[in-house]
């Protein structure tokens, strides 16, 4: 029985929730978004919109992604095959709305598309930042590696 509290209940915000409760559709909101199984997302970061009027940094992805989510995926350490060891990018909704990971892509994959497979250096991306050239960098928990990933136009 979910909580595993003495008598499966526990009080949040003035409301008793117990297992029932939480499966009453009206008491519970869905995620705005879910990535695939295993993925185990550890950063985040949005690509930046540049200032009105302001031109483009010199090595921003393409306009139409920004604001768009950046995830970092460690990917699974004991799935066969292996999934998740990628950099995607989650097209965000027109005017900043929910991110749409059906329309998931990945600019930075073991394989080339989908991140199933590990890298030969045994790379799992952990965190990364877009810096103000527009280059996105990232690291390596396991091999110790600093990625730039940077879109030549």
């Known amino acids: 029985m979910w909580p595993p509290w003495k008598d499966g209940s526990v009080s949040f915000r ?3 929730v ?3 409760w939480c499966q009453t559709p009206s008491a519970v909101v869905p995620p705005v978004a879910c990535l695939p199984p295993h993925w185990a997302p550890l950063g985040v970061d949005f690509q930046p919109r540049p200032p009105a009027g302001s031109p483009r940094p010199r090595y921003a992805f393409p306009a139409d992604g920004d604001g768009d989510m950046l995830v ?3 990917g699974s350490y004991d799935r066969v ?3 998740g060891y990628a950099v ?3 097209p965000v909704g027109a ?9 998931l892509t990945n600019l930075f994959a073991s394989d080339g598309a989908g991140g199933n497979a590990t890298f030969a250096s045994g790379m799992r991306m952990v965190d990364g930042r877009t810096y ?3 280059s996105f960098v990232f690291s390596s928990d396991t091999s110790g590696e600093l990625v730039v990933l940077r879109y030549y136009r």
Do not use: F, Q, W, Y
């Open 14 to 16: 003035n409301v008793t």
């Open 18 to 20: 117990t297992e029932s």
């Open 72 to 74: 970092l995926s460690h």
């Open 81 to 83: 095959p292996p999934v």
């Open 88 to 90: 995607a990018r989650v």
């Open 95 to 103: 005017g900043g709305g929910d991110p749409d990971p059906s329309r």
């Open 132 to 134: 103000k050239d527009g």
